[in-house]
């Protein structure tokens, strides 16, 4: 039997295991939000980026793109590298995917989808809404071991585009993120 796994994040250009098909589409109920502290890869404990996370929204869609593993040894290799990379987020859901939006039927039912709650108890690097020019500031002040926070963000921007997908968040965060380099005077060192 085949796993699925919906990336929506970085998993949308950067898988790190191996696969069999991937399917660009969505998942209903959720939207995309920068809510997640990244204290591993796009931060730091002292000062942490900010990454997506999904939030359950009744009427909404998030794009993204699910892959289908078959072998059992490529599913073992993708939950240990998924175990470890996606280790700050608490919660697995398994969700319908649809690659069509008149669909009435999922093309593929049981995609696994990782989700960082708002639990801050099971969660601590939840770090919740907030003004889009806060968030802002911050992704272009944090870096991490896997760079800057805002190469995140535009990545995720550039993805989508190539995929032909529109998330309003993502562009206004985006944007927001360029007008704030803009504003910010050159270091030199």
């Not at 995609?111 to 802002?136: C, F, Q, R, T, W």
Request: net charge negative.
């Amino acid at each position: 039997m085949a796993m699925w796994v919906f990336g929506y994040g970085s998993l949308i250009w950067k898988t790190g295991f191996p696969f069999d098909e991937s399917l660009p589409g969505f998942i209903k109920g959720y939207r995309r939000v920068f809510h997640q502290g990244s204290t591993d890869h796009r931060g730091t404990p002292e000062f942490p980026g900010r990454t997506v996370t999904l939030e359950a929204a009744d009427g909404e869609i998030c794009w993204g793109v699910a892959y289908k593993i078959t072998k059992e040894e490529d599913k073992r290799d993708a939950l240990t590298h998924l175990e470890v990379r996606e280790k700050q987020y608490d919660q697995k859901e398994y969700l319908d995917f649809f690659t069509e939006s008149n669909a009435s039927e999922p093309a593929v039912s049981g995609v696994m989808v990782y989700i960082a709650s708002p639990d801050k108890k099971s969660n601590k690097n939840y770090l919740g809404p907030a003004p889009l020019e806060d968030i802002a500031k911050q992704i272009v002040k944090a870096e991490g071991p896997s760079g800057p926070n805002r190469d995140y963000l535009f990545h995720l921007e550039s993805a989508l585009a190539q995929l032909g997908f529109k998330d309003k968040h993502v562009t206004d965060l985006s944007n927001q993120v360029r007008r704030v380099l803009s504003e910010t005077p050159e270091v030199v060192s």
